[in-house]
């Protein structure tokens, strides 16, 4: 084996190169991607405008360093401030680290209040990160067992469980925000009720909490609007941004306003690397294209579709408990663990996932076609049928 570290349980194939939703292994096999490397590849593989853009911003200038004025991140941080309805923009490298940002700015927004120990509410079957306090703040036992201690001030609640929290925000005095996925995804697709999110804004109102939503996965377009947020009309205080942020090109945000804004000053936190002109640029014309190429409705119009697609395909299917999730981020539920459709999947030359054991996950690039859609879910739901009569 490879010198690289074991810490993936890595399928036997190695990719070359892609163009738009395909992409192609080294021994020439072509795959049609529903997974965008995990919610990463926004614009599909090698957009000619953001070779482009990513090629000249090289030959100009990668790096300088955050003692320094960035342009290019002035203006992404202008434009995910418009786009978001926020009025600051922090940047890291990955989205635990924007998750790490959001997690300090409430822990001080507490501090700031005179709360000496202040305390998140987080949900179970969240998905915030690897780091310790992000690990911390995720609701998976199997990825924290081993690593503890583990880092303290997160109560949890059951996910959309708008009583419990309020119970925590009652008996616990030292409550300072609540943090959440508007659709969970490592967790498996999960939306709350509708109303949940509009609530969980008025209690963090009525106490001077802060909303913290973690768009990593389902923000940059993925729903078919902007932010998940935007879809369930709330606006939090912090929302986290990485993944399809840069269309592969590793950058994460962590975006402010309300009560949070005007929060940290010089000196309380950083990243060398943080909104550098390289990935700044990446981002900028990721969503520059994002606009020019229509992607919101597209995400949300194929969305729409694929489930349609499955629904039927998969009618009266024993062992299709859900299909579920909102524009490109899709889950099909089943009744027992299916880890092994991956591979299956690959074999067949599709590219797609499964998380929390027994849900099928889609998240394709936001230029999938209605005809990628309709490839998808006729190569897809034969080897679901298949493995399901088995
Ligand atoms: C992937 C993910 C993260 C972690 O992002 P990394 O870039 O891997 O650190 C955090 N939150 C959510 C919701 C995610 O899906």
Redesign the pocket.
């Known amino acids: 084996m490879s010198h690289v570290m074991n810490t993936y349980a890595r399928l036997p194939v190695t990719f070359s190169h892609g163009q738009g939703c395909r992409i192609t292994d080294i021994e020439g096999r072509e795959y049609l991607d529903a997974l965008s490397g ?2 990463v590849s926004t614009l599909g593989h090698a957009h000619p405008k953001l070779v482009a853009a990513i090629s000249a911003q090289a030959g100009r200038m990668l790096h300088t360093s955050n003692l320094y004025r960035i342009r290019e991140q002035e203006q992404l941080a202008d434009k995910l401030c418009a786009l978001s309805g926020m009025s600051e923009v922090f940047f890291s490298n ?4 924007a ?1 790490e940002a959001a997690i300090k700015l409430a822990r001080f927004y507490g501090h700031k209040k005179q709360i000496e120990l202040p305390t998140i509410i987080v949900m179970e079957k969240a ?4 780091t310790m306090a ?1 690990l911390s703040a995720t609701g998976n036992r199997k990825a924290q067992a081993g690593f503890e201690p583990l880092v303290s001030g997160f109560v949890r609640v059951p996910y959309g469980d708008l009583e419990a929290i309020s119970y925590v925000v009652e008996h616990h005095h030292n409550v300072v925000a609540v943090m959440l ?1 508007v659709i969970q ?2 967790g498996g697709i999960h939306l709350a009720d509708p109303d949940f999110y509009q609530e969980v804004r008025e209690l963090c109102d009525a106490r001077s909490l802060l909303m913290i939503c ?1 768009e ?2 389902c923000g940059m377009g993925r729903t078919g609007s902007w932010f998940g947020y935007q879809q369930v009309g709330v606006q939090p205080d912090i929302a986290t941004l ?2 399809g942020l840069g269309s592969g090109v590793p950058i ?1 945000a962590c975006l402010v306003g309300g009560k949070a804004a005007g929060l940290f000053g010089p000196g309380n936190h950083g990243s060398t690397f943080g909104g550098n002109p390289l990935v700044s640029t990446a981002a900028l014309t990721t969503i520059e294209v994002i606009e020019q190429e229509g992607l919101l409705a597209n995400a949300a119009h194929i969305g729409d579709l694929i489930r349609k697609l499955f629904a039927e395909a998969l009618a009266g299917t024993r062992g299709v408990v859900d299909i579920r999730g909102h524009g490109l981020m899709i889950g099909i539920e089943l009744d027992r663990p299916c880890g092994e459709l991956v591979g299956r999947g690959l074999a067949a030359g599709l590219l797609i996932n499964v998380t929390a054991d027994s849900v099928v996950r889609f998240l394709p690039p936001l230029i999938f076609s209605e005809a990628d859609a309709r490839e998808l879910v006729e190569r897809t739901a034969p080897l679901i049928k298949e493995f399901l009569a088995a």
């Open positions: 995990i919610a990955s989205g635990a680290e998750n998905f915030h990160g690897r992000t996925e995804g490592e973690d990593v996965q990485a993944k994460g």
